[in-house]
């Protein structure tokens, strides 16, 4: 795929413009799915302010005593938000549904590892280390291959 980029300091917003022979290419769809990722904000709370936090800099969610917790490099803040509504959200995405109480982003996964059991350990850019359930890694496997074709 070709990619251009013109400048226009008169652009009010920034615009995205895709030229192809079949929208419904698989190429296209994934670019289409990233492009409409980004300025996706979720609202999290931190010190009984809600503060909006951009989906690019979230390494996880997770789910403990019945409250969802948005995990980044530098910050954990609770979200009104169930695991099952940001799965809705962010289904086209590269996060994945890890376990029954969290959800990866596979950007942000450094390394995967086997496990007993049929289990697979994440270890994510801040070093940290989630577990993925043996029923999630088909999910994980084919976001996966949709990543590297």
Known sequence: MKIKVTENPEQAENEAH????????????????????LGIHLPGKKEGTTVPVNTDEVLYFESVDKKTFIYTETDVLETPLRLYMLEE?????????????????????????????????????????IMISRQYLPTLKNKLEMRDT
């Open 89 to 129: 959200r962010l289904l086209d995405s590269f996060f994945f549904r890890a376990s029954k109480n969290a959800i990866i982003n596979l950007n942000k996964i450094a390394s995967l590892k086997p496990e007993f059991g049929g289990r697979m350990e994440a270890t994510l850019s801040n070093n940290e280390r």
């Open 18 to 37: 895709l030229l192809c022979r079949n929208a419904d290419d698989d190429e296209i769809q994934r670019a289409l799915s990233l492009l409409g990722q």
